[in-house]
């Protein structure tokens, strides 16, 4: 058999806990035996959304063309849509619920170019149970039945990509002259990116003020995570491109208390403050603590 795809790419909140993961990769691998799956995680929190999509918009760009299962389903068994999404002409499909889950990664390759409603029974498992495992039972074999070279058009009826449910991106915002933003992602590191690309920040040059939950401490840029000067938050360009809150050697998340969406306020600083990094900042405190 000649495959049209020869990857599946696979990001879900299932842990590694359970036979989820390994129960998808043998449905596609009983399908389309040659196809390699690559798993981007499946860490992402239980019922996440926004942070599935986030994750997968991350990775999105190292991609090796192919299908994209992506499993982040709390609608599962219910009216939403199950579905496959075309982008680049074809380049690849993404396959998954049609909850946001899809919608920022589909955003950054260039959006949609066909999508279509998986209904079509013979692409998909018959239910053994419940209708609560469709990674399984829908996503899992629709994506082999692509890689083996089943037209998108054959899954099911076609769907206006406009009328796809968009994926949560939040966007910072200007507001007397402080930048309001929120945290995207924390890392395993405890570094917290922010929805801020790096020259939305250039107007306050290097040394800034950042607010959180109303305690404000100092941030310095950096280009790296050694430069960060002891007892001072450093803000650096991550792998994504966007800036994100460390501190050396430590977690900015358990330090300053930062967390997913939690909002972040970067402001100049006033002259009479530039240059004291090191009376700034108090790692480790939180809210009500002296």
């Keep these: 058999m000649s495959l049209r795809f020869n990857t599946v790419s696979f990001l879900s909140d299932f842990g590694l806990t359970d036979e989820f993961v390994g129960v998808v990769h043998s449905v ?6 040659e196809v390699r799956v690559v798993d981007i995680t499946h860490g992402v929190n239980r019922h996440d959304v926004r942070g599935g999509g986030l994750a997968l918009a991350r990775a999105a760009n190292y991609l090796n063309p192919g299908v994209v299962v992506a499993v982040v389903d709390p609608g599962v068994g219910t009216n939403r ?15 998954g619920p049609d909850n946001g889950l899809l919608g920022p990664a589909v955003a950054l390759v260039g959006g949609a170019t066909r999508a279509f409603e998986i209904r079509n029974p013979e692409y998909t498992l018959p239910l053994s149970g419940g209708a609560t495992f469709d990674g399984r039972d829908v996503f899992a074999p629709a994506a082999a039945h692509l890689c083996n070279g089943v037209p998108i058009e054959a899954l099911g009826p076609e769907i206006d990509p406009a009328l796809l449910v968009p994926g949560v991106m939040p966007l910072s915002h200007f507001a007397d002259g ?70 050396a050697r430590g977690s900015a998340a358990a330090e300053l208390g930062l967390g997913e969406a939690i909002e972040v306020k970067l402001r100049p600083l006033d002259e009479g403050d530039r240059g004291g990094a090191g009376t700034h900042v108090e790692l480790g405190r939180r809210n009500g603590e002296s």
Excluded: K
């Excluded at 596609?28 to 035996?33: G, K, M, T, V, Y």
């Excluded at 849509?81 to 380049?91: L, P, S």
């Excluded at 570094?191 to 401490?217: H, K, S, T, W, Y």
């Excluded at 790296?224 to 991550?238: C, H, K, M, N, S």
């Design 28 to 33: 596609i691998h009983s399908i389309s035996p």
């Design 178 to 247: 402080e930048l309001a933003c929120e945290v995207f992602w924390v890392d395993h590191y405890g570094n917290c990116q922010l929805n801020v690309a790096p020259d939305e920040i250039d107007v306050f040059g290097r040394e800034m003020e950042f607010e959180v939950a109303g305690e404000q401490r100092l941030a310095v840029r950096v280009d790296a995570y050694e430069q960060i000067p002891v007892g001072t938050a450093g803000l650096i360009v991550d792998s994504s491109g966007l800036v994100s809150v460390a501190i």
């Design 81 to 95: 849509r199950a579905v496959a999404v075309e982008v680049g002409h074809g380049a690849s499909i993404l396959v």
